[in-house]
């Protein structure tokens, strides 16, 4: 579902963000990146979602070399990942149901579509009566599950979250990555990139760790940590 | 593209306008004072030129009489011009007679004509009808020769005359207009690059959830084709009643002046701005996205 071939990301020529990775992630996986600040986690998810190409090497998202994908097609494939930052990336001026329904106007749904699948997806992150709210009436915690919401509204066969819990306590932390977990569940490849080592050790799933642009380590039901 | 989803950008955009309140405001303005000023030289010259040709076919000359023409020697000289070529009618206008179609058309009371009092200013004149635009130019030119005749008038000359300020305007207007459609251009390309920096955050996310290029262009490109349009109509509004309003009173006061009618001609005008507008608008978004907005 997700390959990268010896790739080597590069900025401005100098900054070497990631060296040489080669990796698979199939679908239906849960993948934790882990590594400290600079490690190249972010470059990595960005690749994924063609926020960013490769340097050198190739980086296949089912089934398309994403090197070779004419720019015309890069909003279909964003359509196929929904996308979580640690700032939540919510418009300020639009309540949380249009938050979310934007992801799926842009795809040119029906108002009928919309009217069906944005309580669905408000449901499944617990924000059912907050459909009203603006994002600066809610909680951290609450910002980040409309942002969850609406990654997945597009039913995407891929989640990235990329310090999902960066800016939460531990509580809610543990909320999102439960939800997280729920969307894995549902058949959904969840990516996250993270510095939550309580999570990481308490979840037990593949672990892909990284450290100045390398892939250091790789291992299915794995810890943040080395396991002494 | 699906008719609803034109309708969600045209909603963003109409945000967009509502939102920059002040600055989409300050365009609008720009756009109907510049369609405004434009547009009223158009129509002065589109009249100017209506009054010009409009004199040039009344194929008449007028020929004022020296002061104390003997009677004999009038007569005279109204016999020689009946006989000349290309002379159709000849009618004598005696001083009375002219002052009294002066009063006719001003009005018993008028202060032009208290100013004359009891005295008349005015000389005899002959009114001579030639039989073709070519003869007009020949009689005026032998009637001058002739004994008798102190001045010769003739449209011809007053059309000339009134072509030459319609040339000059036209370059004028031409390189004004010039300038207030770079200035009207330049106002909606940096509206819309204030847009496209205010909303940059929401450019990224529409990205980011997979929103094609037109679809995040168009309502940046709406916005421009709004401003500009709405400018417009208001120019267009001022423009319609200003000119019924100018027709109607020219009529009153001054109904030798041949002004065209109000009517279809404001429509015409209304249309052009509209489409003007729109097309203005139109060019300085796409030429503030081209530059502004990556996508």
């Known amino acids: 579902m997700i390959r990268l071939e010896r790739v080597t990301k590069v900025y401005d020529g100098r900054v070497v963000a990631l060296e040489d ?82 992801a799926l106007r842009v795809t040119e749904a029906s108002p009928r579509e919309i009217r069906r699948r944005v309580p669905a997806v408000l449901e499944l992150v617990g924000l059912k009566d907050r459909a009203r709210a603006f994002p600066n009436q809610l909680s ?89 | 593209m699906r008719v609803r989803t034109l309708g969600f950008l045209f909603g963003e955009a109409w945000r967009n306008v509502l939102r920059n309140g002040l600055m989409s405001l300050a365009s609008i303005s720009t756009v109907a004072v510049s369609l405004c000023i434009a547009a009223s030289m158009a129509i ?23 002061p104390g023409l003997t009677e004999e020697a009038r007569q005279a000289l109204i016999q020689q011009v009946t006989a000349m070529d290309g002379v159709q009618e000849v009618r004598f206008v005696s001083r009375e007679e002219a002052l009294q179609r002066l009063r006719d058309r001003f009005g018993e009371d ?15 004149s002959l009114e001579i009808r030639a039989t073709g635009l070519q003869a007009v130019k020949l009689v005026a030119l032998r009637v001058g020769e002739l004994e008798g005749v102190e001045e010769v008038l003739f449209h011809r000359e007053v059309a000339d005359k009134l072509s030459r300020i319609t040339r000059g305007l036209r370059i004028v207007g ?9 200035g009207m251009l330049l106002i909606i390309y940096n509206t819309i690059r204030l847009t496209v920096f205010a ?42 009643s200003g000119y019924v309003w100018v027709a109607a009173s020219v009529r009153g006061s001054l109904p030798f002046l041949p002004l065209l009618p109000p009517y279809p001609l404001v429509n015409y005008a209304t249309a052009l701005l509209l489409c003007l507008g729109a097309v203005v608008g139109g060019l300085g978004s796409s030429w503030s996205l081209r530059r502004y907005l990556e996508v």
């Open chain 2, 174 to 182: 031409v390189l004004v207009v010039s300038l207030l459609l770079v």
């Open chain 2, 110 to 124: 008028s202060i032009l004509l208290d100013a004359v009092g009891d005295s008349n200013p005015l000389p005899d």
């Open chain 2, 199 to 240: 909303r940059r955050r929401e450019v990224a996310i529409m990205k980011l959830v997979g929103a094609t290029d037109w679809f995040i262009r168009l309502p940046f490109f709406l916005e421009g084709v709004l401003l500009g349009t709405v400018g417009a109509g208001l120019a267009a509004l001022v423009i319609r």
């Open chain 1, 140 to 228: 951290g915690g609450e910002q980040q599950r409309v942002a969850l919401a609406r990654a997945v509204v597009n039913n995407p066969a891929i989640v990235i979250a990329d310090e999902p819990t960066g800016n939460l306590d531990p509580d809610t932390a543990w909320d999102i990555m439960r939800l997280l977990v729920d969307i894995n569940r549902l058949g959904t490849t969840v990516i996250v990139a993270t510095h939550a080592r309580y999570i990481v050790n308490a979840l037990r799933r593949r672990v892909v760790a990284m450290e100045r642009g390398r892939l250091i380590r790789d291992v299915p039901r794995g810890t943040y940590d080395h396991e002494s």
């Open chain 2, 44 to 66: 002065c010259a589109a009249n100017l030129d209506h009054v010009a040709s409009t004199l040039e076919s009344q194929l008449e000359v007028k020929v004022f009489l020296a």
């Open chain 1, 21 to 102: 990775i080669t990796l698979s992630i199939h679908k239906g996986e849960f993948v934790f990146v882990v590594g400290p600040s600079g490690a190249g986690k972010s470059t990595f998810v960005k690749l994924i979602y063609r926020e960013e190409l490769p340097t050198s090497g190739r980086v296949w998202v089912e089934g398309r070399e994403l090197g070779r994908m004419p720019r015309w097609q890069v909003p279909h494939l964003r359509r196929r990942i929904g996308v979580v930052f640690q700032d939540f990336k919510l418009l300020p001026d639009r309540t949380v149901y249009e938050n979310v329904a934007f």
